[in-house]
């Protein structure tokens, strides 16, 4: 909530209005869209669940938080919900981009009580519908067909869905963020970067890393071009729209690879991502709160321009 204040804040004092509409099921948020007059809606959320910890699948033919402003015809901002619905399950995201020649890791998605592929270790072994990190930690990556075994079993057992099994990417990470659509639309990339002291045996971003300030975005340097033109196809090929960052890592070979689409990044001021990338790339003399709001007007002004909204 209290980013959603955040940001709130920013909207109003770029001179448009905001209103917080907080709800805990759907039948509320269903309530507060038909009773009070929004132009446009900026949704924190996927969908309302009881559950805090995970996104998970959602129950079958349950409506997502986009479904319900389809329904009612309201203009609003991010991806739509068939694309919302492909960015949380990182299956049919890599699916997605493959199809489209956009380079992801090879990868299997394995269901409960299904046989385990043949593969080249090490692999890295994650839930197929979350975000954040959630689940991954020094056991994702596996060496050996038994550890393979007890971290799909893990997966399974304690997220109640499909693990998804990767080639482990040893390399950098980067991420880019896409901000904006047509005259808007910006192209910001960087190269993530932790204190090794928080690091376990592999650099890689555990749950409790992201969003705390631990991670920091430098420079994306020679790769600059590489993993914009990258994340430009993979936005096309999603149908991505306003404000969506891509992951990505580097294979042994040196090789940019898609990991994770984010439909729903991350606004901490200075902590989180996407205000890391705007001040990197478009630092003003006021300081970060500054390039914090001036973010927050760039995602809402393109979302109007988007929708024809004065």
């Not at 080249?120 to 020094?138: H, L, M, N, Q, Y």
């Not at 040893?170 to 932790?194: H, I, K, S, W």
Request: hydrophobic share 40%; charged share 20%; glycine share 8%.
């Amino acid at each position: 909530m209290a980013v959603t204040q955040e940001i709130a804040k920013a909207i109003n004092a770029s001179g448009k209005s905001c209103d917080i509409a907080s709800v805990s099921n759907m039948d509320e948020l269903i309530q507060e869209l038909d009773t009070r007059k929004f132009d446009l809606v900026w949704s924190a959320l996927y969908h309302v669940t009881e559950n805090e910890a995970t996104i998970g699948m959602g129950e079958s033919g349950e409506d997502w938080v986009a479904d319900i402003l389809d329904k009612l015809r309201l203009p609003y901002i991010g991806p739509d919900a068939a694309t919302m619905k492909a960015l949380i399950h990182k299956t049919a995201t890599h699916n997605i981009l493959d199809k489209a020649g956009v380079p992801v890791p090879c990868h299997f998605e394995i269901e409960q009580g299904q046989a385990l592929p043949d593969l080249v270790f090490p692999a890295f072994v994650k839930p197929s519908f979350e975000s954040r990190s959630v689940g991954i930690s020094d056991n994702s990556v596996v060496h050996t067909p038994e550890e393979l075994k007890a971290q799909v079993g893990f997966i399974h057992e304690n997220y109640d869905q499909p693990a998804l099994v990767e080639e482990y990417l040893p390399g950098r990470e980067y991420t880019v963020l896409m901000l904006g659509n047509g005259a808007y639309q910006q192209f910001l990339p960087g190269m993530v970067t932790v204190d090794p002291k928080l690091i376990g045996r592999y650099p890689i971003l555990s749950a409790d890393l992201r969003g705390v300030g631990a991670t920091k975005i430098e420079p994306a340097g020679e790769l600059s071009e590489k993993t914009i033109d990258v994340t430009a196809k993979a936005m096309n090929a999603l149908n991505c729209q306003d404000h969506v960052w891509a992951d990505m890592r580097l294979d042994s070979q040196g090789n940019v690879k898609i990991i994770e689409v984010n439909g729903i990044p991350g606004l901490k001021p200075v902590k989180s991502w996407s205000p890391q990338l705007y001040t990197l790339h478009h630092a003003s003399k006021k300081g970060t709160m500054e390039d914090y709001r001036a973010l927050i007007d760039h995602i809402v002004s393109s979302a109007l321009a988007r929708h024809g909204i004065a």
